[in-house]
C-alpha cells in the first residue's frame, strides 16, 4: 500500500490488559486516506450477490476481513477453531454466504456486543486459511495437523493394543486356572479330541489371543474354527471345571 500510494505508514504494537491479552498489531495510515477509502469501497455497503459472483472475489474479501477481525488457534492446541468477530448480525449472516461459497460450513455465535462467526472442523480451518492465499501458513498448519493426527491415531491404536493384550492376558489366566481346576480330577484327553487340544494349546501358548488359537487349532485340525468357536469351546471348558468343583464341596 505505501508503495503503490506513496503514503506514509505508522505502525504500533498494543496489548490488551484485559480478558485474553491479545497483542495488537496496529497499521496506520496516514495520507490520502479518502481515496485509499473511496479505492478500496470500504464505504460502500457489503453486497454480497455482486462478490458471489466471482470466487476470487470471495477469497479476496475473505482475506481482508480475516485480517482485520479474524483468530484462528495454534494448530499445536487440543481443539482447532477459527473466527470472524463483528459487531452487525446482518453482517455476520452475509459471512456465512460467502463462506458456503467457498464450501466452508460455519456458525455464529453472540459474545458480549459482537456476532462471532467461527469454523472449528480442522480440515475446513486449513481450507479457509489455503482460500485467502496464506499459502505459507497453509502448509505449516497442515503439517503440524497431520503429525499430530498420527501422533494421537498411534496411540489410540497402542492403548488399544495394550487393552487386548490386559484382556487376554485376564482371559488366559481364567482358563488355565479352569485347566487346572479338570485334571485335578480327569485326564485331559478324557474330554474329546477339540476340548482336550485346546486346552493343550492354551497351555502352551498362554499369550496367545483366541484369534491365534483358533489359528494353530486349525492347522492340527485342518477345520475352519472361528475365534467365537473357541470362545464357546473355553465355556464349555469352564462349566465343566466349575461342575467339578460343585461335585467336590458336595462329596465333602
Do not use: W
Not at 113 to 135: E, L, M, P, S
Not at 143 to 161: G, K, S
Amino acid at each position: 500500500m505505501a508503495q503503490h500510494y506513496q503514503v506514509k505508514l505508522k505502525t504500533t504494537i498494543s496489548k490488551m490488559m484485559k480478558l485474553n491479552k491479545k497483542t495488537i498489531y496496529s497499521v496506520i495510515v496516514l495520507e490520502k486516506v479518502q481515496q485509499i477509502i473511496e479505492d478500496l469501497g470500504l464505504l460502500n455497503d457489503l453486497n454480497v450477490k455482486d462478490i458471489l459472483k466471482n470466487e476470487n472475489r470471495v477469497r479476496a474479501y475473505l482475506a481482508g476481513l480475516f485480517m482485520g477481525c479474524g483468530s484462528v488457534n495454534s494448530p499445536t492446541s487440543s481443539t482447532y477453531h477459527l473466527e470472524l468477530s463483528v459487531s452487525d448480525e446482518a453482517f455476520a449472516e452475509d459471512i456465512l454466504k460467502l463462506l458456503a461459497k467457498i464450501d466452508i460450513p460455519a456458525k455464529i455465535i453472540k459474545r458480549r456486543a459482537q456476532y462471532v462467526v467461527y469454523v472449528k472442523k480442522a480440515i475446513k480451518v486449513a481450507d479457509f486459511i489455503c482460500n485467502i492465499g496464506a499459502t505459507n501458513t497453509y502448509l505449516m498448519f497442515e503439517d503440524i495437523r497431520i503429525q499430530r493426527d498420527f501422533y494421537n491415531n498411534n496411540n489410540r491404536v497402542n492403548n488399544c493394543d495394550i487393552a487386548n493384550f490386559v484382556r487376554t492376558n485376564v482371559a488366559s489366566k481364567s482358563q488355565l486356572a479352569d485347566i487346572a481346576q479338570i485334571e485335578k480330577y480327569v485326564s485331559l484327553q478324557s474330554l474329546g479330541e477339540e476340548l482336550a487340544l485346546l486346552c493343550q494349546l492354551r497351555k502352551e501358548n498362554p499369550e496367545d489371543s483366541l484369534k491365534n488359537l483358533a489359528d494353530k487349532f486349525n492347522q492340527i485340525t485342518n477345520k475352519s474354527i472361528t475365534k467365537s468357536g473357541i470362545n464357546h469351546l473355553f465355556i464349555r471348558i469352564k462349566k465343566l471345571a466349575e461342575s467339578l468343583k460343585s461335585g467336590e464341596k458336595n462329596d465333602k
